[in-house]
C-alpha cells in the first residue's frame, strides 16, 4: 500500500500541534504586552474620601399612599425605593440605608470607603461649633421661657383685674339694696342673698 493509498482512506485531518502551540503562545505574548501598556497609560482612580450627606433621605414621603403599576410604569415610580445614582429599585427602607450606605452605591458617587482622618485643630473647632449651638439653644429656650411666663403673668394680672370689677360691682349692688331696706330683709328670711335684679351681663 502506497502512501497515496493511505493518505485516501485516511480521512482524519492531521493538526499539527507545535506549531499551534507556537501561535497561541505568540498571541497570549502581545496580548499580555497591550495590556500592560494600557496599563501604564491610564492614571490610577483616584476616589473622594466618605463625607457626611449634606441632604435629608426621603423616607416618609411614600407611606400610607397608594400607586398602580403597570407594564409601562417606568421603575423609577414603581414600588419601593428607587436609587437614581445605581438605577435600582428597593423595596423596604432599612434595605435601602443598607443600599445607599454600602460600598457599590458609594462607589458610583465617585468615593471610597475611606474616612479622612481629622486633625487635632478641626476637632477643636467642631468641639467649638457644638459648645455655640448648646449656648444658642439654652439662649433661646431661656427666651421661650421668658415669653411664657409673661404671658401666664399678664393672664393673672387680666383676672385679678375681672374678680376685682366683679367684687367692686358686688359692693354696689349691696350697698343699692341696704339703701331700700326691704329687698335684703325678705330675701334674709327666705333663705337666700338676693333676687337677682342686678344689670345682666
Not at 445607599?100 to 486633625?119: A, D, F, T
Not at 343699692?176 to 337677682?196: H, K, Q
Request: charged residues 45%.
Amino acid at each position: 500500500m502506497s502512501d497515496k493509498e493511505h493518505k485516501v482512506t485516511d480521512h482524519r485531518k492531521k493538526w499539527d500541534t507545535e506549531e499551534y502551540e507556537r501561535l497561541a503562545s505568540e498571541r497570549l505574548q502581545i496580548e499580555l504586552e497591550k495590556e500592560l501598556k494600557s496599563e501604564e497609560k491610564l492614571p490610577p482612580v483616584k476616589r473622594e474620601l466618605l463625607k457626611q450627606r449634606d441632604y435629608r433621605v426621603d423616607l416618609e414621603s411614600k407611606l400610607g399612599k397608594s400607586v398602580v403599576i403597570t407594564k409601562n410604569t417606568p421603575t423609577s415610580q414603581s414600588g419601593g425605593y428607587y436609587c437614581n445614582v445605581c438605577d435600582c429599585v428597593v423595596k423596604d427602607s432599612i434595605n435601602f440605608l443598607d443600599h445607599i450606605n454600602g460600598k457599590k452605591h458609594q462607589r458610583n458617587l465617585g468615593m471610597s470607603m475611606r474616612v479622612e482622618r481629622s486633625s487635632l485643630d478641626q476637632v477643636k473647632k467642631r468641639f467649638e461649633q457644638n459648645k455655640k449651638k448648646f449656648e444658642q439653644k439654652k439662649k433661646d429656650y431661656d427666651i421661650e421661657q421668658r415669653m411664657r411666663e409673661l404671658k401666664e403673668e399678664e393672664e393673672k394680672m387680666k383676672e385679678y383685674r375681672r374678680e376685682r370689677r366683679k367684687e367692686k360691682k358686688r359692693k354696689l349692688d349691696d350697698d343699692g339694696d341696704d339703701a331700700d331696706g326691704e329687698p335684703n330683709e325678705l330675701a334674709a328670711i327666705m333663705g337666700f342673698s338676693g333676687f337677682g335684679g342686678g344689670k345682666k351681663k
